[in-house]
């Protein structure tokens, strides 16, 4: 039983993060089943989805790492923002409080990721129009001012959650083009298929090491 | 079938044996129940049948879950003295230097500078430098010699596997044989001969940590296994079976009682932290701490040594509610990587074959195994039936309770803060006002003490063609009280006046054009509050400055709030010079107008505070009528 060749060419790792109830989970599921999950547990630590998009012409396998938003996972999760080529950010359009802990959550992610990650803000939930408690204009500014991409959108509906996670995508993939992000540094979070030359090839590394051997 | 469920359930140590008779070895269902070496040995006999077909570990899990569980029928008929085995959870002779380390040597860190450098392998550095500062230097260079052959061949081997010419069964053999290699290396090479066994074992832990933290990237799930989709099986099956609680399972956990929802919640925390961690002895580690931590839960619940049957359940409840990722990833990782040794003895072996037992489980889990009717467990699956499970509930609980007691203890210190501003507030109040009695009592004191006497300097006289309002209304001041210390002599009185009517004549003349230098000196008095700077002050004037001098003196005792107190006494102060400053401009007509003159002696001393304002501001008002009007009905007017 040999696995099936390389149906894609780059894998892009991206992390979830938010506040505890915000919609990560169904936010993956929505994205990578298609389906609402409308009784969903809360994670405990992390879980991952994974799906192949078009970016570009290209095949790219997205691995996504949805984390707990309690509290008491922080030091588990924190460990799954090493190595993120994408952070998808979540706070909840209709709890106020969700939106609040945006500031905490982007000084985790800038610290613990490297620079060339990009950051995604969705508002979740914006099927919810009665409820809301976050008015578009704020968030957007919020997200400006931060250098952030923005979006609403809902997990139950699927309304703009294709595009949240496509455009994070393509995000990337300009930066591998502009020379931005450097496919070799170990903590990118980006990889190219196996067989790819572009991959570091473990033999081309030929290690001299110091000591005598 | 209810039989089976029990057995499944309730498993003695012999039933995680090997399958292959007379071994002593743990079984794991991922190697269809063999331990790690029969598993080899088994597997090399069918590729030598049929060496096209890499086996992979745990392919059909079903029929492995299967022969390892009939296993246990089997030895349960054979082996009679399991009765020993009822103890088999008092382990006595577990090792115990597995010290929680991840990591490497520098040297390696440069030459193989694509993996991480994380602090992982700066700490396993730190565990080279325990090791080897007590062996000779020989040992340490020929131990990095062996690691950086096995490495350098390990990844010529991956690209291999990448391009699919190897298996990562072959590469799992490669590195178990590498370990096996190596052990007889340190038995068999004279630069290890004075080495205690236990460095021996040391040694061979540090050089399997070493070589997985820098081959994670590459072995652990790897793109040419299909691992991933594996591990997305299970955490889906996990996310289906969401559903099962412990009365499901037969097992008895208080949720409602926190410290056993501590346990529990321990126990998942730690399945859950195996995923980011490097190495195969660390990730058992995890799986060892995990598996304690639902031993204590049983002992707390039991009320006494738990007993080993009741161990399984509770480890696919805990398993089941973690949902850990990359499950099967890891139990691979472990099983093909970690030195087989660990894996068949000991607590390490023991804990991790329950594990693989309790995802065999959940895998193979059906309606009979929870003993509920198929069409339930269906509906359950399904989802159209929802179970609010009171675990889930107690962590909601939980964690909505612990933001409780977080605004609680905010809300508790801002009304601390609130109350201690409040206080500060009135303090400060209270201070002010005690500054202003204070000060006013020093005044009153030092006027007593060092009353002004007339002496005339002469040089005031003389350089008074660049005097200043100030200078003027200050000499006359001290004129004045003259005025009023010596009134009952007439003759020096009459002397006095003349002299203010001198003196106050250029006055009317040019009040608007203060000289700015004593001015200045002044406003600096009343702006800079505890600082004063006397430099300023020309010594033309030695009376003026007596006077700031002593002031100036008692304010420097007193702290900031003097400026506050000044300004009080600084509208005070001008509502009276509104009238002083009149004084000037009539006195010089009406000399019976000098007792008028004592309210500005009383207030001599602070004269220096005063006129940056009046010069300005009150200027315009000399000549209003108010001012006039507020003068004339004075008695002396
Ligand atoms: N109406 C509506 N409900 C949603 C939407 N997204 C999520 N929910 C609901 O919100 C609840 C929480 O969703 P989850 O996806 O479990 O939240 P989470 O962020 O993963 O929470 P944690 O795992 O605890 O961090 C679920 O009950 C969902 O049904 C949405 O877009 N619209
Ligand atoms: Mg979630
Ligand atoms: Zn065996």
Redesign the pocket.
Known sequence: MSAPPYSYSYIFKYIII??????????LHQFTEKK????????IGVEFGTRIIDVCGQKIKLQIW?????ERFRAVTRSYYRGAAGALM?YDTTRRTTYNHLSSWLTDTRNLTNPSTVIFLIG?????KDQRDVAYEEAKQFADENGLMFVE?????GDNVEEAFVETAKKIFQCIQDGRLDLNATESGVQHKPSQPGRQTLTDQSPKPSCSC | MNVLKKASLRIEEADLKCNKLGCTYYGTPQCEGFCSKCYREHLQVKQLVNPTIHTAPAQSSQSSYKSLFSNFERKKQQQQQSQKNIKLLKFGSFRKNIEKTDDLHLDLMQAFSFSDSSNELLRLRETAQLIFCETDQNVETDTNKCVHKYLRKMYADVDAANKFKLSIDDLSMKTQNFYQAFSKHMDTNKIYADLRPEQKERILEYVEKLCMTLLHQVLFCPLFTNDEEMDLAIQKRIRQLNWVNASHLDCHIDEMNPSARDLAFIAMLELTNMDSIKTPPDKLSCIVKCCKSIFKLLQQTGGGPASADEFLPLLIFVVLKANPARLKSNIHYITRFCNAYRLMTGEDGYYFTNLCCAVSFIENLTAESLNMPADEFENYMNGDVVSTSTWESALVICENMQLMCEHLSMLANFNERHDKLFNEAEELKLQMLHFKEEVKQQVHDIIEKYPLEPKRNPRMCGENSISDVVHVTQTESSESSFLFNFSDKPSSSKNKTEDLISFSSPNKVCPPTPIPKHLQSNSSLCSLGGEFDLSDHSTDNSQTDDLISFTSNDFSIEHNDETVARRLENDEAETKKCENETAPTEPAVKVNSVPEYRGFSSQGSNIPSIPCDTGSTLLANVQSPHIKNSYFPLPYG
């Open positions: 938010g506040d505890m109830g915000v919609g990560k989970s169904c936010l609402f999950m409308s009784d969903c547990p809360h994670t949805d984390t707990a938003g309690q979540v979740n939930k914006s099927d919810l959108a809902s997990a139950k509906t």
